[in-house]
C-alpha cells in the first residue's frame, strides 16, 4: 500500500504546485497554473509564453561574461529548461499515475455470491445501489481529467480554443467536477439515521464474511483501503481541474476556495472511513476461529485483538502489567497515515493521532465520551490539546459465538456490552508546539480531572494506561509529518479464566 499512499500524496503536495509555479518563483512572472500558462492569457498557440519569457530573460539578463547578472541568467534558463521539460513530462505524469491506480476497485471478487450462501445477499443490493451511483460519477471526472492530461502533454499541438471548450466543460453546472467531487463526498459520507453511506455500508456487507471464516480479515481490510483510495482520489481530480480551470481564468481566489472544499470534505470523512474499519478488524476475532466450536484458533483470532488493544501482552510473572512492551497497531497506523496523506500537505503542518478504546459496560462511557487527552511535550512542561475529538461506535458490539459462547483472545475485552474508540486529533496547523523535534507523552488522568480511579471498578489495580503506554514517545517524523498511537483504557480485567 506503500506506493499508492505515496503516488496520491504527492498529487495532494504538488496540486496548487505545478511545474509552472516553479518558474513563477523563480522570475517573479506570474504564470499561475499548467493550463493558464500553457493556453491562457490570449496566447494564440500552446507553449507561446514559453519562449516569449525565455527571449525576456535573455535581454533582462544576457551580456555575458561572469558578472551577477550572466549568473542569474545561467541560473534562470537552466531552471527554465528543467521546467519545460517537466512541462511536457506532466501529462505524462497525470496518466501515468491515474493508470497505476485505475486498478483500484476495493471489491472483493465474487463478493455476491459469497453473501448469497450465506443468506445476505441483501446487503449486496444495499451497497451496490450507492456504488453505481458514484461510479458514473468518478467515470465523467476521469473522462474530463484525461483530456485535461492529454492537453498537457500536448500542449505545442493542441488549439487554445479547445482548451477553453474543457474550461466550459469544467465549469458545467450540472455535469462538471464540482457536481462529482461534492456528491462523491455526499455518497460517501451518507445522510445519517437510516441513510448509510458508502464506506459504512461495504463494512456492514464485508463483516459477516469475516465472522463467517469466508474472508480473511486481513484482505478485507486491504480490499477497504483501496476503495477509500479510489474515492478519495476522484475528488483529488475534480479539485484539480476546477482549480486549473479558474486560474486558467485569472481567478485565484476561486481556486483557493476549492482547495479549501476538498480539504474540508476529506476532514469529513476521516472519521466515517475509521469508524468503517474497526469492524473488519474485530470481526477478524470470530473469522478466525473455527466457526461454531472456537477450537483450533488461528494467528488472526489473536493478531485481531492485539490490533485494537496492542498493550495487552503482559511479562509473564511480572506484577506490574505496565512492563509490557508497547508498540501500535500496524492496522491503524497505516489507516491514519493514509488520512495524514490526503490532508496534511501544508509544509508547516503536522500531525499526531492517538485512539483510545474503552468498554461500555459499568459507567465507564459517562467518564471517558468527554474526556480531553492532552500530549505533553518533553520536558517542557508544554500541553498540546487536540482540536477534534470524536468517539466513534455507537457502541461496537462484540461477537457471539455459538451457542451463547463468549470468546476474547484479550480478557480485557470482557464486558459484554460491546466498547467505543475515541479519536484524538493533534494539527500544528491551528496551535502551536507540535514540531519535528521532541517526543510528546500521553497525561495519566487516572484519578485525576474528574476520573475515579481504575480500582473502582475492578477487583485488582490497574493503571488507568500502562506504564508502557504512558511512557511510549510520539515524535513527529519530518518526511510523513505525522505519528500515531493507540491503546484501551479503564479496562475491566476478567477475574475467571475465558471459554477459548
Not at 427 to 446: I, K, P, R
Request: hydrophobic share 40%; proline share 4%; with cysteine.
Amino acid at each position: 500500500m506503500s506506493f499508492l499512499d505515496n503516488a496520491i500524496s504527492s498529487i495532494g503536495q504538488g496540486l496548487a504546485i505545478t511545474a509552472a509555479q516553479s518558474i513563477s518563483d523563480s522570475t517573479g512572472v506570474d504564470v499561475g497554473g499548467t493550463l493558464g500558462f500553457l493556453f491562457g492569457g490570449g496566447q494564440k498557440a500552446g507553449g507561446e509564453n514559453i519562449g516569449t519569457l525565455e527571449a525576456t530573460i535573455q535581454s533582462v539578463f544576457g551580456g555575458g561574461g561572469s558578472s551577477p547578472d550572466a549568473t542569474v541568467l545561467a541560473q534562470l534558463s537552466s531552471t527554465l529548461s528543467q521546467q519545460q521539460q517537466a512541462i511536457a513530462n506532466l501529462g505524462v505524469q497525470i496518466t501515468g499515475i491515474a493508470n497505476a491506480l485505475s486498478h483500484l476497485e476495493g471489491e472483493i471478487a465474487g463478493i455476491e455470491s459469497m453473501l448469497t450462501k450465506i443468506s445476505q445477499h441483501q446487503l449486496f443490493t444495499d451497497w451496490n445501489t450507492i456504488d453505481i451511483q458514484l461510479t458514473e460519477y468518478i467515470k465523467a471526472i476521469d473522462s474530463c481529467y484525461m483530456e485535461y492530461g492529454m492537453y498537457v502533454s500536448q500542449y505545442a499541438t493542441t488549439p487554445v480554443n479547445e482548451v477553453t471548450y474543457l474550461v466550459q466543460a469544467i465549469f458545467d453546472p450540472n455535469t462538471g467536477p464540482l457536481v462529482g467531487m461534492k456528491t462523491i463526498n455526499a455518497l460517501l459520507m451518507g445522510g445519517g439515521g437510516q441513510s448509510k453511506g458508502a464506506l459504512q455500508l461495504w463494512s456492514i456487507m464485508v463483516t459477516p464474511l469475516i465472522q463467517d471464516g469466508t474472508l480473511d480479515y486481513r484482505l478485507a481490510v486491504e480490499q477497504y483501503f483501496q476503495y477509500y483510495q479510489k474515492l478519495a482520489y476522484a475528488e483529488l481530480k475534480a479539485a484539480n481541474l476546477l482549480m486549473e480551470a479558474y486560474i486558467y481564468n485569472g481567478d485565484k481566489t476561486s481556486a483557493d476556495n476549492i482547495w479549501s472544499v476538498y480539504q474540508l470534505q476529506l476532514i469529513q470523512q476521516e472519521d466515517i472511513f475509521i469508524n468503517g474499519l474497526i469492524p473488519l478488524v474485530y470481526s477478524g476475532i470470530v473469522g478466525g476461529s473455527a466457526v461454531g466450536q472456537y477450537k483450533g484458533k488461528n494467528f488472526t483470532f489473536f493478531g485481531a485483538a492485539m490490533e485494537l488493544n496492542p498493550g495487552v501482552q503482559q511479562v509473564v510473572g511480572d506484577s506490574d502489567p505496565g512492563n509490557a512492551f508497547y508498540a501500535p497497531s500496524n492496522i491503524f497506523q497505516l489507516a491514519e497515515q493514509l488520512l495524514a496523506n490526503l490532508s496534511v500537505t501544508a509544509a508547516t503542518s503536522r500531525r499526531i493521532v492517538v485512539h483510545m478504546l474503552y468498554s461500555s459496560g459499568v459507567g465507564i462511557p459517562t467518564l471517558l465520551s468527554g474526556l480531553q487527552l492532552s500530549l505533553s511535550a518533553g520536558n517542557s512542561g508544554t500541553t498540546i490539546t487536540p482540536i477534534s475529538d470524536t468517539v466513534l461506535g455507537g457502541p461496537f458490539d462484540f461477537p457471539n459465538g455459538a451457542g451463547g459462547y463468549i470468546i476474547y483472545p484479550d480478557v480485557n475485552f470482557y464486558t459484554g456490552a460491546g466498547f467505543y474508540v475515541k479519536r484524538y486529533v493533534y494539527n500544528e496547523t491551528t496551535q502551536s508546539g507540535l514540531a519535528d523535534t521532541g517526543t510528546y507523552t500521553l497525561s495519566n488522568l487516572n484519578g485525576h480531572d474528574g476520573l475515579l480511579p481504575i480500582q473502582t471498578y475492578a477487583s485488582q489495580i490497574t493503571p488507568f494506561q500502562e506504564n508502557s503506554v504512558i511512557a511510549y514517545n510520539l515524535e513527529v517524523n519530518p518526511v510523513s509529518k505525522f505519528d500515531f498511537m493507540n491503546f484501551m483504557a479503564y479496562s475491566v480485567p476478567m477475574t475467571v479464566v475465558p471459554i477459548w
